[in-house]
Nanobody, 118 residues
Framework: QVQLVESGGGLVKPGGSLRLSCAAS????????MRWYRQPPGKEREWVAH???????GYADSVKGRFTISRDNVNDRVDMQTNGLKPEDTAVYYC????????????WGQGTQVTVSS
């Protein structure tokens, strides 16, 4: 059974940092493309960052230079270091895995809340 469990969210002041983590199980983690998405209050879910199985990364323009995604294929975990947080980064952050076997499978965690406020 695939599980993605996010942690590390919380309340932080503008300019602060958080390290989000996603613990994965139930699939071959090293072969999966891992992503972070977020859903701000009242808005649609949006892609934030991804890291491919070969560790190539990509970022949304809104977070480029402030967020860093990384993966640990030994412990089956993907992290995202978020620095220079802004109020507009307030959202529920979701971890996602794309696993290709005979077909594409998309899996999602339950999310972790990040609130940036003074």
């Amino acid at each position: 059974q695939v599980q993605l469990v996010e942690s590390g969210g919380g309340l932080v002041k503008p300019g602060g940092s958080l390290r989000l983590s996603c613990a994965a199980s139930g699939f071959t983690f090293s072969s999966a493309s891992m992503r972070w998405y977020r859903q701000p209050p009242g808005k649609e879910r949006e892609w934030v960052a991804h890291i491919a199985s070969n560790s190539i990364t990509g970022y949304a323009d809104s977070v480029k230079g402030r967020f860093t995604i990384s993966r640990d294929n030994v412990n089956d975990r993907v992290d995202m270091q978020t620095n220079g947080l802004k109020p507009e980064d307030t959202a529920v952050y979701y971890c996602s895995a794309v696993v290709i076997d005979n077909r594409r499978n998309d899996y999602w965690g339950q999310g972790t809340q990040v609130t940036v406020s003074s």
